[in-house]
């Protein structure tokens, strides 16, 4: 792909225009409606839609077809941001280089304007007014991005992250962390513009592996520009992990041995997708950025 | 209804299998698991899926297929509820007699397991393992749990209920309060029951009347069990509301207007399905339970 930056800012707008005609749907003026557009307008990658469009567009489908599904995920992780920088967990008062909800609103509100987000998903993946295939498919699509979002997954890891602060975790656990932290929604990602591209059980597992290996290795990146990013650039304090005392891939294995794991699995994902031809030139190029972001 | 106590256990004993069999599903063991099944497993009177079920057979359906939908509604009222104990919001310690999630956990801990739990609904509406019907019908289940349970409903009013504390409501406000905090899942219920049973869509207007009503009913009720209520009986605590400076039925009305005002709102809820037959007799015990319960 010749110019990622130019596909990534294409694809970003149309995410933030649907995002946009989500919201524009919801009740609007009241201080639960503005704390939910706080977060969900406060910038962001949107690295889970694309990932989602470019996996449907990889098999075959098209791009439009996963925006909302896209969507949807990218509710879930915005309210798994809100909860997740609140006092009692992360207490972090930045975000993508503003206020946090709670720190903008109040923390009552943070936590509803979180579970508003965090339903919207459901109501969007259910409305026939954003997604068009109907039956079977559709409920694999809400199943599939609920086992990922719930115990069996985001939440999960979540947990785990707030039982391991201080504590001392392994590399083994560490990764099984990430693997249900971020990965589990990272995967789910891909996995929902697979099936919303039709893809064969065969694609959908070649994807499944590129998903699993970009989820952690956009962790192992995260945790690099924790120590190392520009706070102008990243919007978030730099070092807080080290503070919190977390379990980091820079504090377990060193930097220069994180920055070449994180190159490995970004070529264990280009290995994985190298049978489905040049459709999947998006996600080889999003596979790339992964390492080379610096936000 | 002859004996409504023993229907009302009957139904609650199988609400409570049916949960068993849900837990039984996560992932067992961690603090996060243990954290749901607290909250879950606190007791409740399960109004929710046993107005959903009564709802079903109410227009010919059966019980057994709206149990998992209400379930799933179960879920959703008890992640409102550990949501809403929250110091940062109501600041209860006391639930259904029993520490509530964040007093036996911690803060963090009860945020997750109230969003799990939240997720968890999801889940299980979406999965063949618990609801057998497929296609538009259960989209349309989905949408409309959904759409009772975040920013156009529930949550919208739980945010209203917070902003109203120590402010001056009036009494159409609080109706709109209630209608959205608790009304919203309350005739969700019901509405989830009939789409189960295929109700035609004049049935299913009766329905959602006779919800509407007892939703009402059943609010006008609880703030009048916070007044007079037993302690040992609730297990809640007492006088809450009225320390927190909340608008209630009660400090609006007075208590005899009150409790004539809760009995109208159940005549009103028996007249909106006197059409449907001696089928719809669990409803009315139901509706009559509303202003006689205890607890």
Avoid at 33 to 54: D, E, N, T, V
Avoid at 230 to 250: C, N, Q
């Amino acid at each position: 792909m010749k110019n990622l930056e130019t596909y990534l800012a294409r694809r970003q707008k149309a995410v933030n225009e649907a995002l946009d005609r989500i919201l524009a749907d919801c009740v609007p003026g009241g201080r639960l409606f503005s704390a939910m557009r706080h977060s969900l307008k406060a910038g962001g990658k949107r690295l889970r839609p694309i990932l989602c469009m470019a996996a449907a567009e990889a098999v075959g489908g098209t791009w439009e077809d996963a925006l909302f599904p896209g969507c949807a995920i990218e509710l879930i992780h915005t309210y798994s941001l809100v909860h997740d920088d609140l006092p009692a967990i992360d207490n972090d008062p930045l975000r993508r280089g503003q206020p946090a909800c709670h720190a903008a609103f109040d923390e009552a509100t943070a936590i509803f304007a979180g579970d508003a987000l965090h339903t919207l998903a459901f109501e969007v993946l259910s409305s026939d007014r954003y997604i068009f295939f109907q039956g079977k498919r559709r409920l694999a699509l809400i199943h599939l991005i609920s086992r990922a979002t719930g115990n069996h997954g985001m939440i999960e890891g979540q947990m785990r992250d707030i039982l391991a602060q201080g504590g001392n975790l392994g590399l083994d656990q560490l990764k099984e962390l990430h693997r249900l932290k971020t990965g589990a929604l990272i995967t789910a990602s891909v996995h929902a513009g697979a099936l919303t591209g039709k893809a064969t059980v065969r694609q959908t597992g070649k994807l499944i592996e590129y998903a699993e290996n970009i989820g952690l290795a956009f962790q192992v990146a995260d945790d690099l520009l924790n120590v190392e990013g520009d706070p102008l650039l990243t919007g978030k304090s730099i070092g807080t992990d080290h503070v919190l005392g977390k379990a980091t891939f820079p504090n377990l294995m060193g930097i220069d041995a994180s920055r070449k794991f994180a190159a490995q699995l970004v070529e264990k994902s280009l290995q994985a997708i190298e049978s489905l031809g040049i459709k999947a030139n998006p996600l080889r190029a999003v596979a790339k950025y992964v390492i080379e972001r610096k936000l």
